[in-house]
């Protein structure tokens, strides 16, 4: 499985803009890149996906590099309840990765009021 | 929408006894995997069911287990506990495999081996 490299941490202040950054340089032209976040005591949620073009949603925005070697989620207006673990993952559709996600260590995002 | 459901929420069993959790997907998805988060090793992937078969297995003893059955709803079934099984056990479940839709967790099955 392609690796990805997320900082460990991060801290940011309410009502600003988060940049999370995802490195991933290995990365075939066939993974997706998938973020999750994972807030205290509860179960992964899902926040957005993509393939070579930025998406947006409701919750966020994703900036996928020209060269896809790196991805940036964007959470427009930070809340307390942004503060959680947040976790880049590259799934690819071939082979042994069919249907699993493999999480890493993720992000802790900190949000200051 | 009933998101997903996992029964028990805490489970508190003696090593070497089995243990059996259970998950009940959104409607409609036919995709259920099961992982496992133990303290400090995040998480890891255990098991895809979909359609009712098992589609792939993570790194994990044959004593990891399970089933899903014909409304979709699946089971975990851990034999001969070790203390090491202690973690927290989640279910996701999604519509289709990855490519449209990400998948969504349930809050989990605290497993405790004592």
């Known amino acids: 499985d392609a690796k990805t490299t997320q900082p460990n941490s991060m801290e940011s202040n309410e009502e600003e803009p988060v940049h999370l950054p995802c490195n991933h340089s290995t990365i075939s032209g066939t993974d997706y890149i998938h973020w999750y976040r994972q807030l205290p005591s509860q179960g992964p949620e899902y926040v957005i996906h993509?393939?070579?073009s930025n998406v947006n949603n409701r919750m966020a925005s994703l900036a996928i590099a020209e060269d896809r070697k790196s991805s940036t989620l964007i959470l427009h207006r930070a809340t307390l309840r942004d503060a959680a673990v947040y976790y880049c993952i590259l799934w690819n559709a071939g082979g042994t990765s069919y249907g699993k996600l493999t999480f890493g260590q993720g992000t802790i995002l900190t949000v200051h009021p | 929408e009933a998101g997903v459901t996992q029964s028990p929420t805490h489970l508190i069993k003696t090593r070497g006894q089995q243990a059996t959790l259970r998950c009940s997907p959104i409607s409609g998805h036919t995709s259920v995997y099961w992982y496992q988060q133990a303290l400090g090793l995040g998480l890891q992937f255990l098991l895809w069911y979909d359609e009712g078969e098992e589609r792939n297995r993570g790194n994990f003893p044959p004593r990891f287990s399970g089933r899903q059955f014909p409304n979709y709803s699946s089971e975990l079934n851990v034999n001969a506990l070790e203390l090491e099984d202690s973690a927290l056990y989640l279910c996701?479940?999604?519509?289709?495999?990855?490519?449209?839709?990400?998948?969504?967790f349930g809050s989990g099955t605290r497993l405790t081996v004592v």
């Open positions: 996701a479940s999604s519509l289709e495999v990855l490519i449209n839709y990400g998948y969504t």
């Open positions: 993509g393939l070579t």
